[in-house]
C-alpha cells in the first residue's frame, strides 16, 4: 500500500513537471510571436477531447503573455500603420479585450491613425466597417474623433447605415448606437 501511494505521488510530480515545462515554452513561444497571433491563440478551440485537455492552460499561457510581455513596440507600430485596432474584436470577453486595448493604447496605440493604404481608413472606420461595436466603444473612450470622415466624405454613422444596408444579414445598430443613433 505504502509503494502504490509513493509511486502515484512520483506519477503526479512528473504529470505537472511536464505540464510546467509545456507551459514555460508555450509562454516563451507566444512572448516572441506577432501580438495579433497571440490574440487569435487565446481564443483558440481544439478539436473534440483536446480542448478540455490542452485548451483552457494553452488559452491561460496565451492570456498571460497578453497581459505582460505584450504588445511589443513592433506590434504597436503594425496596428497604427494598417489601422487595424478592430482585429482585437476577436476577444470574446468584454473585461479581456479591455485589458488588452490598454496595455496596447499604453504602449503607444494611436485611435485616430489612419491606414498607410491607398483608402486611408481610421482605426474608427475599420471597427465600424467589419461591425466590431467593442473595439468602437474602447476607440471611442480612449479619445478616437468620432466626426472623423470617410475617404469618400461620409461620417461614421452614415457608413454604419451604409454597411447596414449592404449587410442586412448582420445586426450594426450596436455600433449606430455608440457612434449617437
Excluded: C
Excluded at 3 to 25: K, Q
Excluded at 66 to 83: C, M, Q, S, Y
Excluded at 140 to 156: C, E, I, P, Q
Aim: a neutral charge; proline letters at 4%.
Amino acid at each position: 500500500m505504502i509503494m502504490r501511494s509513493t509511486v502515484s505521488r512520483w506519477i503526479g510530480i512528473a504529470l505537472l513537471a511536464l505540464v510546467s515545462v509545456w507551459a514555460a515554452s508555450l509562454w516563451y513561444s507566444f512572448s516572441r510571436m506577432p501580438a495579433m497571433l497571440v490574440v487569435l491563440s487565446s481564443q483558440h478551440r481544439f478539436e473534440g477531447p483536446l480542448d478540455s485537455v490542452y485548451g483552457p492552460l494553452y488559452r491561460w499561457v496565451a492570456r498571460s503573455a497578453l497581459t505582460t510581455v505584450l504588445p511589443r513596440e513592433r506590434d504597436v507600430a503594425e496596428i497604427n500603420a494598417e489601422a487595424s485596432a478592430h482585429a482585437l474584436g476577436v476577444i470574446e470577453d468584454d473585461h479581456f479585450l479591455e485589458q488588452v486595448f490598454q496595455r496596447y493604447v499604453e504602449r503607444g496605440l494611436d485611435v485616430n491613425a489612419r491606414a498607410q493604404t491607398v483608402r486611408q481608413p481610421s482605426q474608427l472606420e475599420a471597427a465600424v466597417a467589419v461591425n466590431e461595436p467593442q473595439v468602437v466603444r474602447l476607440l471611442l473612450a480612449h479619445g478616437a474623433h468620432a466626426d472623423v470622415k470617410t475617404t469618400d466624405g461620409r461620417s461614421m454613422r452614415e457608413l454604419a447605415q451604409e454597411m447596414q444596408r449592404r449587410h442586412p444579414d448582420r445586426d450594426y445598430s450596436r455600433v449606430q448606437a455608440l457612434l449617437g443613433q
